[in-house]
């Protein structure tokens, strides 16, 4: 069960303690206008990611909204709400909840980083003792995300434009001279600069405070703990900015201010540090003020040397060190460079090491996708940071004479290249190499289904066999993951090399005897693949909220990603599921006081909110509810992703509290959603009759036939994923549920 549910005796309530209001103002009303009625069920849809129209939702036009706002609200047809079925139309939209405006989407684009090290945490094992250290490993290369953020934008600031452009180099025009900094002293440049620095990481702690609007207990009581983080990652970042300019400073010779404020930063970064690293110190009861009032104390600490270190750097007049880059920092990047990768190496090694290769449902389950999200989460901020500072420095012409970019991020470029190359190879040889196995077992699926096929049908046939196959690769992920995980090797190789000092051109030409022009064009077409993935991620911030058929396709991820509250980045775009599941719960709580019963049907996504919801109903809700799931990732997807979270103990959990009034619809040919209990194909065993579990799962045959019925012109089209609220047998589903109900009331 997630953490912080609420016990059964908790009532859900809304976030002022009064029931939601309605569109206009006035008390969610059951029908039409008319009274309650006690002989009726109403179906309440709840639907996946990438959103969709009521009236797409409720197949019904026009409709108006019963409850919410715009964002998250519930909708009725606005004529006649009872379908054939006899049961009251409810759809509950939830869709705009992870975007909203265009400005807010684009501005996520560039938390992803974060946003894939928050998912990583939610991955962790459980059961075993390394799902603690996996938590703390997760948070630590969080925290090593935003050091990284920092030490990417001082590199441009201080680096690129108060040392170089201002002094050493001489950058392009007008680069060359800025307006008011232009001949002023080297402490001044570095002290006005490093304002940017500091206005980066309030960008990032402005993010981090806005949250979703939560409606009563959320089903994570997160927000203390995102207070406590925000705390400790703002201390970490301006003690990394101090560190900088205090290093750089002392390459000309200590003083006692200057030792002194860098030994306090040092202090400040280490404390952040030991509360993450501590076990269970920020999350504990029992350690919650103690960890609270520390966080809090760094915070401010850490702002005051800031402001103690700006001031001393500004005032000192001592000649500075002659060099072509800013003294210290090329070691302070490949530092954080370096520990980056050494944490994704220590995480990988942690989740695979015992038994870790025994296949992929397993692999997953024992908590290894923490190591891939959280590879992919560090791949992208390095690549990214890397480019940031190397393309503005070949933009402001910095590089020129002997200072090039520092070998860290020249480094971290070729290991970006890399990974993406080993990648595409690896995504195509385990394509080619499971591509047998997944046609044998679609090719024996698909002729159970049609162990008859007439000559006219065998394309029909062809097509259904590849779909199938297909669909099963997602049954491929464990192996895939797993082999990836071990890619963070060449990360944390090059991090070596580039934290010795050795260049990489010269030593592919020693090792390999490559010319010197090969490691350049890796570079070149790092930055190229890094630029096309930024404005990928830029284009796709804003056609997912534009187009709803590119939302539907690319905005799935960003749905999936958002989920989940903060629990290991503050900086994390907020979490609607605060907000999502415990409106289901109260509107659920409202409609059963008003009807006979509530019929709860999701799809995809949209089922993983509603087995959350019932989980926070109390006993005397959950007798009037039940559960119709289809397309369903919950154990496909989830119950392996997130194995601490959403297992089999909680999903048999959700069907006693439905008292096992719940069906589950899914198709072979659905890549995303599937069985939770058990597949019942053709020639399985039969279900344990003592086993409710057993009876959930309804396998749909897709396409129902292969030749268009009498009368048609055309074959049953493949639904694959599609959720086909009006099919047959999804209103058959109904109608059972429904009698269910009736009869336990």
């Known amino acids: 069960m997630p953490e912080g549910e609420p016990d059964d005796d908790d009532q859900p309530r809304s976030g002022d303690g009064h029931q939601p209001q309605s569109g206009d103002g006035h008390q969610p009303q059951s029908g039409d206008g008319d ?35 715009d964002s998250g609200g519930f909708h009725r047809p606005d004529r006649s709400g009872t379908d054939p079925d006899g049961v009251t139309l409810e759809a509950y939209r939830w869709g705009d909840l992870p975007s909203g405006t265009v400005g807010r989407t684009v501005s996520m684009v560039f938390l992803l980083p974060f946003m894939l090290s928050n998912v990583a945490v939610w991955m962790r094992p459980t059961g075993h003792p390394r799902a603690a250290w996996v938590t703390m490993l997760c948070r630590l290369l969080a925290l090593n995300l935003t050091v990284l953020y920092v030490v990417s934008v001082a590199g441009v600031a201080l680096d690129l434009l108060a040392w170089r452009c201002l002094g050493a180099t001489r950058c392009r025009e007008p680069f060359d001279t800025m307006t008011e900094l232009h001949g002023r002293h080297v402490g001044q440049r570095l002290a006005a600069l490093a304002l940017l620095p500091i206005a980066a990481i309030a960008f990032l702690r402005l993010l981090g405070t806005r949250r979703s609007r939560p409606v009563g207990n959320a089903p994570w009581a997160m927000e203390p703990l995102v207070r406590r983080l925000r705390a400790i990652h703002v201390a970490a970042a301006l003690a990394v900015l101090d560190l900088i300019l205090l290093v750089a400073r002392r390459a000309a010779g200590a003083t006692v201010g200057t030792t002194l404020l860098l030994t306090l930063s040092v202090v400040v970064l280490l404390t952040c540090v030991g509360l993450l690293a501590a076990p269970g110190l920020i999350d504990r009861a029992a350690t919650e003020r103690l960890a609270e009032r520390t966080a809090r104390t760094t915070g401010v600490v850490a702002g005051g040397l800031s402001v103690v270190t700006l001031i001393v750097v500004a005032r000192d007049e001592r000649d500075w060190p002659s060099s072509a880059t800013l003294p210290g920092y090329g070691e302070l990047a490949g530092g954080a460079l370096l520990g980056q990768m050494t944490l994704l190496v220590l995480l990988s090694a942690l989740v695979l090491w015992h038994r870790g290769w025994s296949g992929g449902r397993a692999t997953l389950r024992r908590g ?23 393309q503005t420095g070949e933009l402001l012409g910095g590089y020129r004479g002997d200072g090039g970019p520092p070998l860290p991020y020249r480094w971290t470029l070729l290991a970006f ?48 066999m590849t779909t199938i196959a297909r669909a099963r690769f997602t049954e491929w992920l464990g192996p ?19 934290r010795a000092g050795r260049d990489p051109e010269e030593l592919t030409r020693q090792l390999f005897g490559l010319p010197a022009g090969a490691v350049e064009m890796g570079l070149t077409g790092s930055t190229y693949l890094l630029a096309a993935v930024l404005l990928t991620l830029l284009s796709g911030g804003v056609f997912a909220y534009r187009t709803a058929w590119f939302r539907r396709h690319v905005g799935i991820l960003w749905d999936l990603g958002t989920f989940w509250p903060r629990a290991a980045h503050p900086f994390a775009p907020p979490s609607y599921a605060d907000r999502a599941v415990p409106e289901l719960a109260n509107r659920i709580t409202q409609l059963t006081e008003r009807h006979r019963g ?3 049907c999701g799809h995809s996504h949209g089922s993983v909110l509603l087995a959350l919801a019932v989980l926070r109903l109390p006993p005397r809700v959950r007798e009037r509810v039940a559960l119709l799931t289809y397309g369903s990732p919950l154990d496909r997807l989830y119950a392996r992703l997130f194995p601490a979270y959403l297992n089999e103990e909680v999903l048999r959990e959700v069907g006693e509290r439905v008292e096992w009034r719940w069906l589950n619809l899914w198709r072979d040919t659905d890549p995303v959603g599937g069985w939770i209990f058990a597949a019942h194909r053709p020639g399985d065993p039969p279900p344990d009759p003592a086993d ?35 099919d047959p047998e999804f209103r058959a589903a109904v109608r059972e549920l429904t009698a269910r109900l009736c009869g336990a009331g």
């Open 598 to 600: 509530v019929l709860l």
């Open 480 to 498: 895939l993951a797993a082999t990836y995980a071990v890619l963070a090797v060449i990360g944390l190789v090059t991090s070596l090399l580039g």
């Open 35 to 69: 009274q309650p009625r006690s002989d009726d069920v109403v179906e309440l849809r709840v639907h996946g990611v990438s959103g969709a129209d009521p009236t797409v939702i409720l197949d019904r036009a026009p409709v108006r909204q019963v409850a919410g706002d």
């Open 368 to 390: 290894l996708g923490a190591a891939v999200i959280a590879a992919f989460a560090v791949g992208l901020a390095g690549g990214l940071s890397a480019g940031l500072v190397y």
């Open 692 to 726: 409710p579990a057993g009876q959930v799962d309804r396998r749909l045959r897709d396409p129902r036939d292969l030749l268009p019925g009498p009368g048609e012109r055309s074959a049953p089209p493949l639904r694959g994923h599609h959720p086909g609220e009006t």
């Open 417 to 464: 290249f890399l990974h993406a190359v080993a990648a595409v190879l690896l995504s195509g040889v385990l394509t080619l190499m499971s591509r047998r196995r997944r046609r044998r077992a679609a090719t024996a699926i698909t002729r159970l289904d049609f162990p008859v096929v007439p000559a006219e049908a065998s394309g029909r046939f062809r097509l259904t």
